[in-house]
Structure formats: C-alpha cells, structure tokens
C-alpha cells in the first residue's frame, strides 16, 4: 500500500470543469508538496504547503493536517492544464518526498 | 526554464556500456537531487546531496554511483546497468537551512530518458 494516496488515478474534463485532485497520507507531515508534470518529463513545483491554503492564479490548494488529506483545485480549466498532478511528502527525512503515483488530467476543448 | 539543466536528455545504452548523466543548477542552492521514474511507478528518490555531501542513498544499486563534485553539479555514472533500469532520470535542487529539518520546495531538471538495451 503506498503511504501516498492521490484520485483519481485519471480525469477527463470539459474545458471551463472545475477540477479536484485530492491526496492522503499516511503520518504527519511538516509540509505536503503539489507538482505537475507535463508530457516529456518536466516537473514543475505548485505549491507547497504546511496548513491552509494557497492560491495562485487559478491553482489552488487546500490541506488539513489533522484529516491528511490535501487537495488541487484547478477552477476554469484549460487544455494546456493537461498533464499529471502529483503530491508528495516528506515521510522519512525533511528531504525525502514520497511521492503519490500521480492524476493524469485530461482537459478537452 | 527551470534553471536546473540536465544533459543528455535521451540515452540508449547497451547492458556493458559505463555513461554519466549531467546535472547542473544555476539557482545557488545547496542541495540536490536525484529520482528515477519508472513507467506507470512513482517518483523515487536514489540519492541526495546536501552541502556537497551525500545525506540519503535510498538503497540504490552500486551500478548507479553518483558525485557531487561541488554545489552546481550533480553526476550519475552508471555501469552494466539492467533493462529494468530504463526510466527517466531526473535531478533537483533545493536551498535549505542549516539545523531546520523542514521539507524545501525542489527545482526540477527536464530529466533525461535512459533506455538500457
């Protein structure tokens, strides 16, 4: 069982859908971070938060460490917002993430 | 642009051969980073770097050997490797504090796509 959980594991939307992507974990955590990863690789780091939540642009991100539950909003969504969502936290060390096994998104036209 | 590069950005190599990825971050940070992402797998962290020196080997085989030779740069060597090992390979960077133990936002590198024949 991985101590990262995201769902779901694929979603396809309309463009204009608002979007959840959600996240548990399985321990206590100092931060949780949310990443996405366009096709050919690339990872690009979205948030990172340790209570609350964080907006920027139509991004947003909600945690509450007491449930350990995370989760990625994505409000008016787009096709170019297609691409694999991915939460990680630092379940051993402060520097080792565990990852979740990632949301493929889907935003058609 | 990230400012964390990585080169080459795809690698075919056969079962014998010895090559060396390349990771470079031009955002003075003082940690950095290598995972490997298997298909349909999860990111996983191999190794870690702070203040040049190695802090984490995530049980990571000996054919992978990474080096840090100063805060920029961040080497994998790699030897008679497993087409298992295929995946693609990617380095990041961090800039912590001294004495905190808190989780860092981390710069990703594009990643380089390895393919062992």
């Known amino acids: 069982k991985n101590e990262v959980e995201q769902s779901p594991q694929n979603l396809t939307a309309q463009e204009g859908e608002f979007i959840t992507i959600n996240c548990s974990y399985s321990?206590?955590?100092?931060?949780l971070h949310w990443l996405q990863q366009h096709p050919g690789g690339g990872i690009v780091s979205l948030f990172m938060l340790s209570s609350g939540k964080k907006k920027h642009g139509r991004l947003i991100a909600t945690i509450n460490i007491q449930e350990k539950h995370s989760s990625l909003h994505i409000t008016a969504s787009h096709p170019r917002d297609s691409a694999v969502y991915i939460c990680a936290v630092p379940l051993g060390s402060a520097r080792q993430l565990t990852f979740g096994s990632g949301t493929q998104l889907t935003v058609l036209p | 642009e990230t400012g964390v590069t990585q080169t080459p950005r795809h690698l075919v190599m056969g079962m014998t051969n010895k090559k060396s990825l390349k990771c470079e971050q031009h955002?003075?940070?003082?940690?950095m980073y290598w995972y490997k992402q298997s298909a349909k797998k999860p990111l996983e962290l191999m190794f870690v770097?702070?203040?040049?020196?190695?802090?984490e080997n995530n049980s990571v085989p000996s054919r992978f050997s990474p080096e840090c030779p100063n805060s920029s740069h961040l080497f994998l060597h790699l030897h008679t490797l497993q087409p298992e090992d295929s995946a693609l390979y990617l380095c990041?960077?961090?800039?912590?504090?001294?004495?905190?133990?808190?989780?860092?936002?981390?710069?990703f590198g594009p990643g380089t796509r390895l393919t062992v024949t």
């Open positions: 955002l003075g940070h003082n940690a």
């Open positions: 770097y702070n203040f040049k020196e190695q802090t």
């Open positions: 990041a960077s961090s800039q912590e504090r001294v004495g905190i133990a808190v989780s860092y936002e981390q710069y």
């Open positions: 321990v206590g955590i100092s931060a």
